[in-house]
């Protein structure tokens, strides 16, 4: 097993050194084909991005499903050309020439605050390059991630994101580090859109029930953090992205109907949504965002959980 694991990072750092030598447009047009190639060949995922673009776009024809398979498939192995290619072509000195931030004074204002941000994004776009950049910039950032199974491909990713400035906390244990981020006013980036299971909160996510972690408005409400929600996503060139931000809630003055967990998380769902409409090609539908549906808390299930306690 553990051969087995280094063989697959060897195969790993062998494909990314292809990349690497290889023009970015170049990697584009790889891309491309790959996407083709998934979609119309191999039909990875099929039945899973079928159900998930329907369940939102339940009038969309075969062919709108089989575009957006296409264009979804293209922006992911994108991103993992433009996560090799990054540190060499993007730094300080040229990140303008690659990098449009759209609500830069608004995001600003909360990346320099001495308090603790909560920056939540979603499984979009090339949301790596989000946490690059800003460490780019000198705002360090902590990412709470689940650990990959094999630690050799786990060393690598965590080589990346640490590269200008960005740490991974992992997802089981890390309680502790996580209150040691919030204590110093560093900011906190987490994925919002992950399944968190039956015991999640339910909440609407693009017209769907979707279960999130509870911990992500927690944060925001017991650690006077504000809450950021922000995208990275592809613009017409490769390694070429624009940066936003679609809400931001600050417990100073946040409406008393957000200072609760269900409805601060609807309200982030709402948030990430208003961002995937826009370009639903760079969402990954091939993501098991939708699961489980929520229990009904009938009769029945409060006498057993009644019971059990």
Same mark, same amino acid.
């Given at each position: 097993?553990?051969?087995?694991?280094?063989?697959?990072?060897?195969?790993?750092?062998?494909?990314?050194?292809?990349?690497?030598?290889?023009?970015?447009?170049?990697?584009? #047009?790889?891309?491309?084909?790959?996407?083709?190639?998934?979609?119309?060949?191999?039909?990875?995922? #099929?039945?899973?991005?079928?159900?998930?673009?329907?369940?939102?776009?339940?009038? %969309?024809?075969?062919?709108?499903?089989?575009?957006? !398979?296409?264009?979804?498939?293209?922006?992911?192995?994108?991103? !993992?050309?433009?996560?090799?290619?990054?540190?060499?072509?993007?730094?300080?000195?040229?990140?303008?020439?690659?990098?449009?931030?759209?609500?830069?004074?608004?995001?600003?204002?909360? @990346?320099?605050?001495?308090?603790?941000?909560?920056?939540?994004?979603?499984?979009?776009?090339?949301?790596?390059?989000?946490?690059?950049?800003?460490?780019?910039?000198?705002?360090?950032?902590?990412?709470? !991630?689940?650990? &990959?199974?094999?630690?050799?491909? *786990?060393?690598?990713? *965590? #080589?990346? #994101?640490?590269?200008?400035?960005?740490?991974?906390?992992?997802?089981?244990?890390? %309680?502790?580090?996580?209150?040691?981020?919030?204590?110093?006013?560093?900011? &906190?980036? &987490?994925?919002?859109?992950?399944?968190?299971?039956?015991?999640?909160?339910?909440?609407?996510? @693009?017209?769907?029930? %979707?279960?999130?972690?509870?911990?992500? !408005?927690?944060?925001? &409400?017991?650690?006077?953090?504000?809450?950021?929600?922000?995208?990275?996503?592809?613009?017409?060139?490769?390694?070429?992205?624009?940066?936003?931000?679609?809400?931001?809630?600050?417990?100073?003055?946040?409406?008393?109907?957000?200072?609760?967990?269900?409805?601060?998380?609807?309200?982030?769902?709402?948030?990430?949504?208003?961002?995937?409409?826009?370009?639903?090609?760079?969402?990954?539908? @091939?993501?098991?965002?939708?699961?489980?549906?929520?229990?009904?808390?009938?009769?029945?299930?409060?006498?057993?959980?009644?019971?059990? %306690?």
């Amino acid at each position: 097993m553990q051969l087995k694991k280094r063989l697959e990072a060897l195969l790993l750092q062998a494909i990314l050194c292809v990349i690497q030598i290889l023009p970015i447009e170049m990697c584009a #047009r790889v891309c491309r084909w790959l996407a083709w190639l998934v979609t119309d060949v191999v039909g990875f995922r #099929r039945k899973i991005i079928r159900d998930n673009i329907l369940g939102v776009y339940p009038d %969309a024809t075969n062919e709108r499903i089989r575009e957006m !398979a296409i264009e979804m498939w293209y922006h992911l192995f994108l991103m !993992a050309c433009e996560v090799a290619h990054a540190p060499r072509r993007i730094h300080d000195s040229n990140w303008r020439k690659y990098v449009h931030i759209r609500d830069k004074v608004l995001m600003t204002k909360y @990346l320099i605050d001495y308090r603790p941000l909560v920056a939540v994004s979603g499984h979009f776009g090339n949301f790596e390059m989000g946490g690059y950049v800003t460490g780019l910039l000198g705002m360090p950032s902590y990412t709470v !991630a689940r650990t &990959l199974d094999n630690p050799y491909l *786990n060393d690598f990713i *965590n #080589r990346f #994101r640490s590269f200008n400035g960005q740490f991974l906390l992992p997802k089981e244990g890390s %309680a502790t580090m996580v209150q040691e981020v919030m204590d110093s006013g560093g900011i &906190l980036t &987490l994925l919002g859109d992950q399944h968190a299971g039956n015991k999640g909160c339910w909440v609407d996510f @693009l017209g769907r029930p %979707a279960s999130c972690h509870k911990a992500v !408005a927690l944060f925001t &409400l017991s650690g006077n953090a504000p809450m950021m929600v922000s995208y990275t996503k592809h613009t017409e060139k490769p390694l070429h992205f624009e940066i936003g931000c679609t809400g931001v809630t600050d417990p100073l003055d946040m409406p008393d109907e957000l200072k609760d967990v269900t409805r601060l998380t609807q309200w982030y769902n709402d948030r990430l949504a208003d961002a995937i409409r826009k370009d639903p090609e760079q969402f990954w539908w @091939l993501h098991r965002r939708w699961k489980e549906k929520p229990v009904r808390k009938t009769k029945k299930n409060r006498s057993k959980a009644t019971k059990a %306690a």
